[in-house]
C-alpha cells in the first residue's frame, strides 16, 4: 500500500477513555510513522519527548511528524500526546489500536482518489476527525519549494 504523490490530508481526534490534555501540565508526545515508502504499512514508534506544558509538546510533535514524512520516508506518520502514566509504547500502541480501521480507509481512499474526509466516517465512536482549519490555534508550517523542472 502507497499514498499517491501529492495527497496531504491531516485528522485529530481524543480518545473517550484518556483524560483530556490542558495547557500548563507536564506532557509527553511520541512520533511514529504508519506508511513507509519501502517498507510499507507498520506502526514505528521513531521519536518521544516529554515536556514541562502542552503547548510545546504540541509544537515539538507536529515539527517531528513533518520531518518523518519529509526526511525519513514515511507517507504517513501521527503524533499522539498524553498527560497521564503511560509509556510511549503504550501510548501508541493505544492510539494505533484505536485509529487503525479509521487511517486503512483514509489510506483506501487516498490510493482510489476519493474523498479522504468522508473516508473517515462519521462514527460518533471514532475518535478521528478532519482538521477545521477555522477553529485551528496556532500552526507548524513547513514550506518546501518545489522544482517544477
Excluded at 495527497?7 to 481526534?13: Q, S
Excluded at 483524560?19 to 515508502?37: D, I, R, W
Excluded at 504540541?58 to 520516508?73: D, F, N, P, Q, V
Excluded at 466516517?121 to 522544482?147: C, H, Q, T, W
Amino acid at each position: 500500500m502507497n499514498a499517491p504523490p501529492g495527497i496531504n490530508f491531516e485528522a485529530a481526534g481524543d480518545f473517550a477513555d484518556w483524560p483530556k490534555n490542558e495547557p500548563g501540565k507536564p506532557t509527553q508526545v511520541a512520533v511514529f510513522g504508519l506508511l513507509h515508502s519501502k517498507r510499507g504499512k507498520g506502526c514505528e514508534i521513531i521519536w518521544t519527548g516529554q515536556f514541562p506544558d502542552l503547548e510545546k509538546a504540541m509544537y515539538w510533535g507536529a515539527k517531528k511528524e513533518l520531518e518523518a514524512i519529509r526526511k525519513r520516508g514515511f507517507q504517513m506518520a501521527s503524533r499522539v500526546l498524553w498527560q497521564h502514566e503511560l509509556t510511549p509504547e503504550q501510548a501508541v500502541a493505544m492510539a494505533y489500536r484505536q485509529t487503525e480501521k479509521q487511517m486503512d480507509r483514509a489510506m483506501k481512499a487516498a490510493e482510489q482518489g476519493t474523498g479522504l474526509a468522508e473516508a473517515l466516517g462519521n462514527d460518533p465512536n471514532d475518535p478521528l476527525r478532519p482538521i477545521d482549519y477555522s477553529k485551528v490555534e496556532g500552526f507548524a508550517m513547513d514550506i518546501e519549494y518545489l522544482d517544477e523542472k
